[in-house]
C-alpha cells in the first residue's frame, strides 16, 4: 500500500496552499464581519482550475482526480470556511449533477460558462421548510406545460443563491407520491417568477450567502430537466454522497486551520515560567488534535480514492464526513479552550472557525442521518 501523493498532487497542494495564504486568508476575517462574498479571490480562481475541479478539460476544467479536489477543498477551507463552502457547493452541487446526469448539449451550454469564472457560480437547491432529510416530503411542484416547466414552492438554505447563474431544483413533477416523483430542473437565477430572499443570519459562515428561494410560476424550457424524470432523488443521493467527502474536506481545513493558530499560540504564552504546550494539559489537547486531524485525512482520501477507483464509497464517504466533523468541533473548541479567554475573543481567529465548522455536521447529512446510513450498509454487507 502507498500512502504518498503523487508528484502532481503534492506540487497542486502547494500551488493552491500559496494561493489561499495570500489571497484567501488575510480576508477570512473582513469577509465574516462584512457578509461580504470575496469575488476578488475568486476571480482568480478560475485560472487555478479551483472553478472547476472534476470537470473535464473539453467543458473549460482542471479534470482533477478526486483526492486533487479533497486537497483543493482542504486547503480553501484552511484560508476561510465561508469561501470553502461557497466553492464547494458551486463545484460539487452546482455543477456535479450537470456533470453527471446532463446531456451533452446540457454540459455545453452551463459547464464551461460556470467552471471557467466567466460567470457566476453555481447553487443545488433541495431543502424546504418542510423537507430537511426527508427530501422524499418535498412540495416544490413542477408541471409541464408545452414545451415549459412551471414551478411553484419555497426553499431554504440554498447556499449561493444570490451570487449564482444557476440553480437545480429539486421539483415534485409527478402528482402521485413514492421515490419516483421528483426530478432535477435547472433554472437560471434571472428567470421570472425566481424571487431569492435575504441573506438569512447564520452563527457563522458568514462570508457564504445562503437564501430562502421562491418560485412563482417560474417558467423554464422542457430541456432544462435535468437527468431522467423521476429520478430527482436518486440523483440527489448520488451527488449527497460525492458532497460528503467535499464537506469532510472542509472540516479538516477548518481543524488545521485551529490547530496551526493553536500550536503557534502554545509556543508563544507563557505560564508558570514556560510556554504553555509544555503544560501537560495543553499538550493532551495538541495530541489529540493532530492525531483526529491525521486519521480525518486518511479516511477522506481514502474515500476520494475508492471513488476514483470506480468502486463502493457511500459507506467510507459517510463514515469519513461523520468522523471529521465530529472531530473538527472538537479541535476548534479544543483550540479555543487553549487560547482561553483570547479564544472566546474575535480578536483571535478561533472564534471564528469553532462558528464555522458548527454547520459540517449538519449540512449533506447530519451526523445522526449519517450513523443511519453507515449503519444500514453494515447490516446490509454493502460498502
Known amino acids: 500500500m502507498n500512502f504518498d501523493l503523487t508528484d502532481e498532487q503534492r506540487e497542486f497542494r502547494h500551488v493552491v496552499h500559496t494561493f489561499m495564504e495570500k489571497e484567501v486568508k488575510p480576508l477570512a476575517r473582513h469577509t465574516d464581519e462584512s457578509h461580504e462574498f470575496n469575488w476578488t479571490a475568486v476571480r482568480k480562481m478560475g485560472p487555478l482550475g479551483l472553478l472547476g475541479l472534476q470537470i473535464p ?150 462570508g457564504s450567502p445562503t437564501h430562502a428561494v421562491t418560485f412563482d410560476n417560474a417558467r423554464v424550457p422542457a430541456e432544462n430537466l435535468l437527468g431522467e424524470r423521476g429520478k430527482g432523488l436518486a440523483q440527489t443521493l448520488t451527488t449527497l454522497t460525492k458532497g460528503r467527502i467535499s464537506i469532510g474536506s472542509l472540516a479538516l481545513g477548518l481543524a488545521q486551520a485551529a490547530y496551526d493558530a493553536a500550536l503557534k499560540y502554545a509556543h508563544e504564552r507563557e505560564t508558570f515560567g514556560t510556554p504553555i504546550g ?72 478561533v472564534e471564528r472557525m469553532y462558528r464555522d465548522t458548527r454547520l459540517m455536521s449538519i449540512g449533506e447529512g447530519t451526523s445522526e442521518i449519517l450513523r443511519m446510513v453507515i449503519g444500514r450498509h453494515i447490516m446490509a454487507g454493502t460498502e
Open 57 to 206: 478539460e473539453q467543458y473549460g476544467g482542471a479534470e482533477l482526480d478526486s483526492i486533487s479536489t479533497t486537497i483543493a477543498t482542504e486547503e480553501l477551507a484552511w484560508a476561510c470556511g465561508s469561501t470553502s463552502l461557497a466553492i464547494s457547493a458551486h463545484n460539487c452541487l452546482g455543477m456535479g449533477p450537470i456533470l453527471d446526469f446532463g446531456t451533452e448539449a446540457q454540459k455545453q451550454r452551463w459547464l464551461p460558462h460556470l467552471a471557467t469564472g466567466k460567470g457566476r457560480l453555481g447553487c443545488l437547491s433541495l431543502t424546504e421548510p418542510g423537507a430537511g432529510s426527508d427530501l422524499r416530503n418535498v412540495k416544490t411542484t413542477a408541471v409541464l406545460d408545452g414545451d415549459e416547466w412551471v414551478i411553484n414552492g419555497n426553499k431554504m438554505w440554498a447556499t449561493n443563491a444570490s451570487i449564482a447563474d444557476t440553480i437545480i431544483v429539486l421539483c415534485r413533477t409527478e402528482k402521485e407520491e413514492g421515490t419516483r416523483a421528483l426530478s432535477h430542473i435547472i433554472v437560471p437565477t434571472d428567470t421570472p417568477g425566481v424571487i431569492i430572499g435575504a441573506p438569512e443570519r447564520k452563527m457563522g459562515l458568514n
Open 278 to 349: 509544555n503544560h501537560q494539559a495543553v499538550a493532551f489537547m495538541l495530541a489529540d488534535m493532530e492525531t483526529e486531524i491525521t486519521a480525518s485525512r486518511h479516511m477522506l482520501y481514502w474515500a476520494a480514492w475508492l471513488k476514483d477507483q470506480g468502486r463502493p464509497y457511500a459507506k467510507a464517504a459517510g463514515m469519513a464526513k461523520l468522523y471529521a466533523t465530529d472531530m473538527s468541533e472538537r479541535a476548534c473548541r479544543n483550540a479555543i479552550q487553549i487560547h482561553g479567554g483570547f479564544g472566546y475573543s474575535s480578536e483571535f481567529e
